[in-house]
């Protein structure tokens, strides 16, 4: 039976994809306003026979934290390199900054601030000096400013860059990308070797940039980094732009966990034919429960049995991302609230 | 901008420039000061020889022998090592490393920096070969030869022409591929085998086809006794220009690593 419900909604999913992927445009976000940020259209980056990054369209507007999310080798990088001029595109154009990438680029520069997935910075350059050579480079950087971002974020400057541990590395890069206070930052897998309360900091910083009218593109693979302070979220797989969306709406979306634990074993197929209801793992007196929408009808259902305990999970994008990239699910992006269970096969009862 | 890459360049090569430069100083120091004690004793040896192979040895060089070896073996190669290392490593190598993502994010452009790093290996060949010039001096003064400043600053400047126009070859290159290793190979493989053209033809008496070979215009007008010979140096400066504009042009066309 579920084989034949799951290929069923596979084939409905594919005919939602061909429609394109979710969209939240930026306008639809309070403030955001004036010429998009970042426009792409039709982006798309070939290497030989390997399709890096496929007619990707994004827009992003002014003053919003845009998480972009991907697992590794899913074309983030390839489509941040394309917006900085470092990779030409195959095909399609973009624009930063209303300006257009290629032609405008030192300008765009000018105006930026990056830090790349894999920072390298020169070993023999203390802190100092390497925030010195990049600040002279730009020209327009308040030496204070630095001082300050550099006491917020507790990086020894003095130290070789050599001598330093990934995350005192990152700090640097990080000043680097803020110091000149730039009206987009392009942040790639920003959070490398940052500890938790770094992390917090960090988070800080992005929000202040926001409340400034600045604008971030944050590149992560992990959602719950993003999360804390994106405002949308575009997804891509495989090179191809799965879906863009408000936080709070795919997380509206996300599959949902409670776990139930009963005073005595429970009937196996006592969560059948609930609403919402997309997975059920029932064992003797445990019951692990996965669901969308409405918590009521699965609460009835349980209720008909003494609870003796009840956990409940927040509702995590991370159930989003783990059904998009399941290693075992359909080559087309699917909508979240169908792959979950259409792709993603879990051991125990199955209840529809 | 410019001036800080270019700053920036020379800091980050000051080592190994100063190091270079001082020993080649020092053993042209070392090399006038013993050359008058064995100068006799390899001038009668040389004196028998062919005259296509004393040249080929450095055997009929002012000062003789040991100057010869040092201007035509020693301090050549070493230039040309270094620029084409230097050269391989400049673009390309920031590439490698992962320095050109943070770098070509900021607000200079594939060109501006191409051009700062070159002159910032021109700079570098200079101190060098300054450092080797002054050595030489020095020594020519404490040891009374009969080699001039004038003519030493000859010489160094047609090492430093024949230097930059290798190392330009491997700065492009690089530039165009973002390969140091097949830069320094190919820039490597090519004066290996000039080289061995320039000196070995003569030997078979093919002296119209080593001109072929940039290293017959290092010293071929043997600017010791002869002077700088400003043809001489436009084959460098032609071969220098046309590798970095086929750099500029080539590094503005692709994909940068890293």
């Not at chain 2, 492009?172 to 390969?179: D, E, S």
Request: charged share 20%.
């Amino acid at each position: 039976m579920s084989d034949e419900v799951e290929s069923d909604e596979v084939d409905a999913a594919a005919s939602d994809v061909d429609r394109g992927p979710v969209r939240t445009t930026p306008e639809e976000l309070q403030g955001a306003s004036g010429p998009a940020v970042i426009a792409t259209a039709g982006l798309t980056k070939q290497f030989k026979d390997f399709t890096a990054v496929e007619e990707l369209d994004l827009e992003i507007g002014r003053g919003e934290i845009f998480g972009f999310l991907g697992p590794n080798g899913a074309g983030k990088s390839t489509t941040i390199r394309m917006l900085l001029d470092q990779l030409r595109p195959s095909s399609g154009s973009a624009r930063v900054l209303d300006l257009e990438v290629g032609p405008d680029s030192l300008e765009i520069h000018r105006r930026i601030g990056y830090i790349p997935g894999d920072l390298a910075l020169y070993p023999k350059l203390t802190g100092t000096q390497t925030l010195q050579y990049f600040a002279r480079l730009r020209g327009n950087v308040d030496w204070s400013y630095v001082l300050e971002l550099a006491e917020r974020l507790e990086a020894d400057l003095g130290k070789k860059v050599g001598d330093y541990s990934t995350g005192n590395r990152q700090k640097i890069g990080l000043i680097q990308a803020f110091m000149h206070r730039p009206e987009l930052l392009i942040l790639d897998e920003p959070n490398a070797g940052l500890d938790p309360l770094m992390q917090q900091t960090f988070h800080e910083m992005l929000r202040e940039v926001r409340a400034a009218g600045r604008t971030v593109f944050l590149s992560s693979h992990t959602l719950s980094e993003v999360e804390r302070v994106a405002d949308r979220v575009g997804i891509i797989r495989r090179g191809k732009l799965v879906v863009v969306e408000r936080v709070d709406e795919l997380k509206r979306k996300a599959i949902r966990r409670l776990d139930f634990e009963f005073d005595q074993p429970v009937p196996a197929d006592m969560f059948e034919g609930v609403a919402g209801v997309r997975d059920a793992e029932i064992d003797g007196v445990h019951a692990r429960i996965a669901y969308e929408g409405s918590v009521n009808d699965v609460l009835q259902a349980a209720l008909v049995h003494e609870v003796t305990n009840l956990h409940s999970r927040d509702a995590d994008l991370e159930e989003i991302f783990l059904a998009f990239y399941r290693s075992d699910d359909p080559p087309a992006p699917v909508p979240p609230a169908r792959t979950a269970t259409a792709s993603a096969p879990r051991a125990g009862r199955r209840v529809r | 901008m410019f001036a800080e890459v270019l700053r920036h360049e020379s800091r980050q090569r000051a080592v190994p420039t100063g190091v270079l430069g001082g020993t080649l100083a020092a053993f042209a120091f070392l090399g006038l000061a013993v050359s008058g004690s064995l100068g006799s004793a390899l001038d009668s040896l040389t004196a028998s020889m062919p005259e296509a192979l004393t040249a080929f040895i450095g055997g009929d060089s002012p000062g003789g022998y040991v100057v010869g070896e040092i201007f035509t073996l020693v301090a050549p190669i070493a230039l040309v090592a270094y620029g084409i290392i230097a050269g391989a490593g400049l673009f390309a190598g920031e590439e490698r490393e992962g320095t050109m993502a943070v770098l070509s994010a900021q607000p200079v452009t594939r060109r501006s920096l191409l051009l700062a790093k070159a002159c910032s290996l021109l700079l570098s060949l200079v101190v060098i070969a300054g450092l080797f010039w002054g050595g030489m001096t020095v020594a020519a003064l404490v040891f009374d030869s009969e080699l001039t400043a004038g003519a030493l600053a000859a010489g160094s400047t047609h090492l430093v022409m024949l230097a930059l126009a290798f190392a330009a070859v491997a700065l492009a290159v690089g530039a165009a591929t973002g390969r140091p290793e097949l830069a320094s190979g190919t820039a490597g493989g090519l004066a290996v085998i000039s080289y061995l053209t320039s000196a070995m033809l003569p030997l078979a008496g093919l002296e119209q086809w080593a001109r072929l070979s940039p290293w017959h215009y290092a010293l071929g007008s043997d600017p010791l006794r002869n002077g700088i010979d400003p043809s001489h140096l436009g084959v460098f400066a032609a071969i220098t220009v046309v590798a970095l504009v086929a750099g500029l042009v080539a590094v503005n066309r692709r994909d940068l690593k890293g």
